[in-house]
């Protein structure tokens, strides 16, 4: 896969428009102390993080357009074994979120972005007494987390999963898709059974390189199914009557992050689980 470009200030403002803002929007408190996105990224530059992506999220009230939550990816020439070890920045001008330095694994060979949750790799700063020098810290430690991450992603490639497992992991998964708003385990249970998709569909892989049972490779393939969307499933109307669907790819830059971390989450989980068997095969 061909290395990517890094942008300039001017390419990031043009596939993000919010992050060239150098005001905050009206309203803000006189506490707030705005610090344009663009002075983050060069912050970034500095420790060479490069800019390579750039998206906004689409904005219901004009008021808010030119200020609303925008993602900027680095690249920092970590890279192991296929995948890559990039940072996210997540911003807003719009008193939307805070600073948020996200480390990200970037699978090659299918360009799909893992946000790691583990918090070591994620820190957030406040845009009310901002500091460059704590920032700039936690951009340090994101790279110098690499390695651990790289462990973590070898661990999970040696777990393997039986096709119970396998199933309960995708279960899971629909419920953090569909079920996010349950109070409780039987509204969980019904918002999976209502789910227009079944779990098994997502454990499909879309391409040979991703036929086998590890934790990692499963990891990917049900992430993938759930962020890009296109699987065809089945829904009711308020008729009753069954009608086809597609699922539509997670564009919303909210759940974008929270539904990719939370899938790092269910991961690990999964991974402290299977550590002592898999322990046992190392001792036997």
């Known amino acids: 896969m061909t290395a990517p470009t890094p942008l300039t200030n001017d390419q990031i403002i043009e596939?993000?428009?919010?992050?060239g803002s150098f005001e905050p929007i009206?309203?803000?408190?006189p506490r707030y102390s705005f610090v344009p996105t663009l002075t983050a990224v060069d912050l970034l530059r500095d420790t060479g993080w490069l800019p390579i992506h750039a998206e906004q999220s689409t904005v219901r009230l004009p008021e808010r357009d030119g200020y609303q939550k925008h993602m900027i990816r680095f690249k920092n020439g970590l890279s192991f074994d296929g995948e890559r070890v990039d940072l996210v920045l997540y911003n807003s001008h719009d008193r939307g979120c805070a600073f948020r330095l996200i480390a990200s694994v970037?699978?090659?060979?299918?360009?799909?972005?893992?946000?790691v949750a583990s918090e070591f790799a994620n820190f957030s700063h406040k845009h009310v007494g901002f500091e460059p020098e704590d920032f700039v810290r936690s951009a340090r430690q994101i790279a110098e987390s690499a390695g651990v991450i790289a462990d973590r992603v070898?661990?999970?490639k040696v777990i393997e999963l039986t096709p119970d497992e396998r199933g309960v992991f995708a279960q899971t998964a629909?419920?953090?898709?569909?079920?996010?708003?349950s109070k409780n385990r039987e509204e969980l249970v019904q918002a999976i059974e209502a789910a227009p998709i079944r779990p098994e569909q997502l454990l499909e892989e879309r391409r040979y390189d991703d036929k086998g049972f590890d934790l990692w490779t499963t990891f990917n393939v049900v992430q993938e199914n759930i962020m890009r969307?296109?699987?065809?499933?089945i829904t009711r109307g308020r008729d009753g009557r069954p009608r086809r669907t597609t699922t539509r790819p997670v564009k919303a830059l909210d759940r974008n992050i929270k539904l990719n971390q939370a899938l790092w989450f269910l991961t690990e989980r999964m991974a402290e689980l299977k550590r002592p068997e898999l322990k046992l095969a190392d001792d036997a």
């Open 15 to 19: 596939l993000a428009p919010a992050a």
């Open 106 to 115: 970037w699978r090659q060979i299918c360009g799909n972005g893992l946000m």
């Open 174 to 181: 629909l419920g953090l898709v569909y079920g996010a708003q």
């Open 229 to 233: 969307g296109g699987i065809k499933g």
């Open 154 to 156: 070898d661990e999970m």
């Open 26 to 29: 009206d309203g803000v408190s």
